[in-house]
């Protein structure tokens, strides 16, 4: 047996897969393969954050509730500061919230756990790894095999279209292809939903258009529950299913807006002109937004 293997049986024996429902740690996704597109997969309740420093309380969130369904892409916009980030780090089980409750199916989330995956602003990346290496290190902590790990590696790396760069290392990449190595390993887990927190925040516009078309073509293919925090209204609208606007913080639910167009989307289209402008005016009662 080997290291691998030795690894991949002591997670497999661990308390997650014991239920009926059993499944390997990096292949979260099948745990709900019951659950038919469309139906809600995420549940988030009641949620409230308040950050205690010494002597200040900081209510960074407040009475969020939202049902996110099986394969929608949902992006949430708010003014700068209001508690996005924080309500991404709440689900990813990353910080405690104050109150409320976060299931996926019918389990509650607590802790970190490979059902969620999370693609950060600023790639946190092993820059000294290959791109290959990175994107095989969350199957290498699941104790995937190597032969499959190669496999599904090289099939996320052609899927964001970096397969003549899957020996370079990081640090030789640019920031889009930085990007969209985050991007594919998060992916290769299959994890039931991926959590991405202005992923394309640090892009120059153009790379960040082409980012948002190679995001939107991936989606096509490998049918992903995504939550997308995004500060710019025109990517909001031009990669989303529903759109969910917060009000400055801390973070409430100021309104949840349908965007019911197949992708690829026209943004010189009047239906897209005019939602962008009505989302853009609700923000701009709360605070200022990018363009
Ligand atoms: N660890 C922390 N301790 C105390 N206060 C915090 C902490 N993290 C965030 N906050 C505060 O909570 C509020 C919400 O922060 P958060 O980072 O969630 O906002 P955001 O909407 O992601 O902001 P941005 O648009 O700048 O990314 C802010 O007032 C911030 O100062
Ligand atoms: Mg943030």
Not at 164 to 190: C, P, T, W, Y
């Amino acid at each position: 047996m080997t290291g691998d293997n030795e690894q991949g049986e002591m997670i497999r024996e661990g308390p997650a897969y014991r239920s009926k429902d059993r499944v390997r740690a990096d292949r979260t996704d099948e745990l709900y393969k019951d659950i038919p597109e469309g139906d809600v997969l995420m549940s988030i309740k009641d949620l409230r954050v308040v950050y205690q420093t010494d002597d200040t309380k900081t209510v960074a969130v407040d009475d969020f509730t939202l049902d996110v369904k099986k394969g929608e892409l949902i992006s949430i916009v708010g003014p700068s500061g209001c508690g996005k980030t924080t309500i991404l780090r709440a689900i990813a089980g990353l910080l405690q919230p104050t109150s409320g409750k976060i299931t996926i199916g019918d389990k509650e989330c607590t802790a970190p756990g490979s059902d969620r995956g999370m693609v950060f602003q600023d790639f946190a990346l092993f820059p000294w790894r290959s791109v290959r290496k990175n994107v095989e290190f969350g199957m290498e902590i699941a104790g995937v095999p190597k032969e499959e790990r190669e496999q599904r590696a090289d099939r996320y790396i052609k899927a964001v279209g970096l397969e003549r760069f899957a020996d370079s290392r990081v640090h030789e990449l640019s920031g889009g292809m930085k990007q969209r190595v985050g991007i594919a390993r998060a992916l290769v887990m299959h994890p039931a939903v991926i959590l991405m927190d202005e992923p394309f925040g640090a892009l120059d516009a153009q790379t960040r258009n082409i980012m948002q078309e190679e995001l939107v073509r991936i989606l096509a293919k490998t049918e992903r529950t995504i939550l997308f925090v995004t500060h710019s209204v025109d990517e909001a609208v031009y990669i989303s299913d529903r759109i969910v606007i917060l009000t400055k913080r801390p973070a409430t639910i100021l309104e949840v807006v349908d965007v019911p167009w197949p992708r690829s989307r026209d943004r010189a289209s009047p239906d897209f002109v005019q939602l962008r402008k009505h989302i853009l005016e609700e923000l701009e009662k709360e605070n200022v937004m990018d363009n």
